[in-house]
């Protein structure tokens, strides 16, 4: 629940040796470098454009191979980072010369089967030509017109044929017309034609759109299908050994990856080099390290060069360090949440704790039910599996302890899948709180509860984080007594339900009048105190107009915590659309088999759409009451997380010297 504490490393070093001392805080995995104006030369430029293409014929290599392989159901490599240490990663580098002869060899093979299928394109469109003369028994080129007589062979449509076999019969006596098969395009015709009446039939065939025979082979039909044929039969053949070849090469992926991470990472030590600032024979950089790493960085530089100068500095004022969040494995999954927002600044207040604790409140009250809790745990097993830290990852693990927070809140409730004791489901346990349907105002002033509490946190984080920026007396003010403000509302509370609303709070609690007046108390000194307070900063009349403005924004105070509402909104409609689903598939069950399946059907479609939107939209909201009513009372973002060098790499993950800082971004 903290900011890690950062020092600002300078350093100075010779140029020959930058790679070197790039190497050493790279294996510390400790050190954020810090931006600078770019300097940047045309050689530098060219070698990270050199770099990227490299990285890109990589990753091209590597997806190929991937593909084929699949394809062929070959066993790859998971889909998971690899854990590398340093050193290892490093001496990749002795495979280059190999690993880019692979890159070369298989865009030589995927040239090759590129080549084959278009050719074997081509003979399939060629043997479906050929095919529809396979009524002609003899060569090609023996069908040729002589001095007398004229022959024509082509492809005529059905209504063609028709009419040319009308025309010869009434006009061309010395003409003989023969159908010698059919296919996709029409009729496969043959003509034959005394010379005299070649012009008439030539004509004739022109008008009904006649298709000659392209072909002049020495070979019949037949012969040319087969000879067709066999040319593919062998291109596949060759097409399954290139294959095989490429298939070979899956066992090498993991080493093709680990060497395009290598060139990732000097292109990422070149781009950091164009912003450091140097002389002819030195260079200078800033970096950000956590001060629990201070010493592992310095040892590291110190054991790669004696012939440097750096020194680790207190952060000024005027420095813009990056966040690098400190929390437990549980919380560290919400940081999502929070990042989808905005990192928090380095000298805010890390909000993740109670982030992690609301949204997880807040998920568990909207769903409501043991069921759908059961199905939103399983999530946490799917996370646990996926090695790799990823959004997906992250996003599932907070799903998950949602589920955990239904499942309780469904046995408070005392909802299985939409059904309670009252449906016959007797072994369910006896609910804590009360029907959502039937007690509709006493939950939704739960809802409101949970609201007060939350943004109660939120002042209270406000305070924190202003006296993290040295900022006292405005905490206590502007902070912790708002937050006062919540305790006595929230021991208000159970009296306003039972004087507006007439319902007893708690099963029936009855607020004793010392309490009201405590509560009324609270509330009222708060105000009262935030009148003449609220102008501090300003002068003359500034300052009564201020306590005024401040009592006006209690009616803000007051939206913020209607919002909370949506909470019971949420819940009751899922838990209504779960009722409905499982009341009808009991009804439908008890009407035989044809009964049975539809409820089962009924069941899992309507349950899952439910579980589905319901599920979707408790994340929205539960993030939009995050976002603007908690994060809105004193959370500014605009952070940048701390991503020291070597860390963003796309499938290694670096292992780091003993005693370093790895990235918890």
Known sequence: MAIAEMTRLQLIGLSYEREKLLNALADTGAAHIKSAEKETSTAENNTVVSLSEKIAHLNKTIQYISDISRKNEIDLPKDDLIDISFS????????????????????????????????????????????????????????????????????????????????????????????????????????????????????????????????????????????????????????????????????????????????????????????????????????????????????????????????????????????????????????????????????????????????????????????????????????RKMKRDSGTRRLLYIIGVGGIFAFIFGVLFGGFFGLSRADGLNWLPKAVFPDPVVNSQEVLLYALMFGAVHLMFGYISKGLTMIKQKQVWDGIWDGFVWAFFFVGLLILFPYIAQSIFDIKLFGGFESPALLNNIGFVICGGVIAVEFFVSGRHSKGLGKPVKGFVSLYGLINVFADLLSYARLYGLMLSGAMIANIVSTMSLQLASSGVAGTIGAVIILVVGHGFNLAMGGLGAYIHDARLQFIEYFGKFYEGEGELFSPIGSNLHYTLLIPSKDAVKDNA
């Open 88 to 383: 290892d990663f490093i001496s990749i580098d002795k495979y280059a010369q190999n690993i880019e002869g692979i890159c070369i060899e298989v865009d030589n093979l995927s040239e090759k089967l590129s080549q084959n299928n278009q050719e074997k394109s081509k003979l399939l469109l060629s043997t479906n030509q050929v095919r529809q003369y396979l009524n002609v028994d003899v060569p090609f080129s023996a069908i040729k017109s002589t001095k007398r007589i004229k022959f024509f062979l082509g492809v005529l449509s059905s209504d063609g044929f028709n009419k040319l076999d009308a025309f010869i019969n009434e006009e061309c006596p010395f003409s003989v017309l023969k159908q010698c098969g059919s296919g996709e395009k029409g009729i496969v015709v043959f003509v034959a034609s005394h010379v005299s009446e070649g012009d008439k039939i030539s004509e004739k065939l022109g008008e009904l759109s006649f298709t000659h025979c392209p072909f002049d082979y020495e070979i019949t039909a037949a012969q040319k299908v087969s000879q067709l044929e066999a040319t593919i039969t062998d291109i596949i053949k060759e097409d399954d050994i290139l294959t095989k070849k490429i298939c070979g090469y899956a066992g090498e992926i993991s080493k093709l990856k680990v060497y395009a991470d290598r060139l990732h990472f000097e292109k990422q030590k070149q781009e950091y080099s164009t912003e450091f600032k140097k002389t002819a024979t030195t260079f200078t950089l800033e970096a950000f390290v956590p001060i629990v790493a201070k010493t592992a960085v310095e040892e590291k530089l110190l054991k790669a060069s004696n012939a440097l100068y750096f020194t680790f500095e207190e952060i000024s004022e005027e420095d813009s360090p990056p966040t690098l969040m400190e929390n437990n494995k549980l919380v560290k999954q919400f940081e999502f949440v929070t990042n989808m927002y905005s990192p928090p600044m380095y000298k805010e207040f890390d909000p993740n704790t109670i982030v992690a604790f609301f949204f997880s409140l807040f998920f568990g009250f909207i769903m409501a039910d043991m069921g759908y809790g059961i199905l939103l745990t399983l999530c946490l097993l799917f996370a």
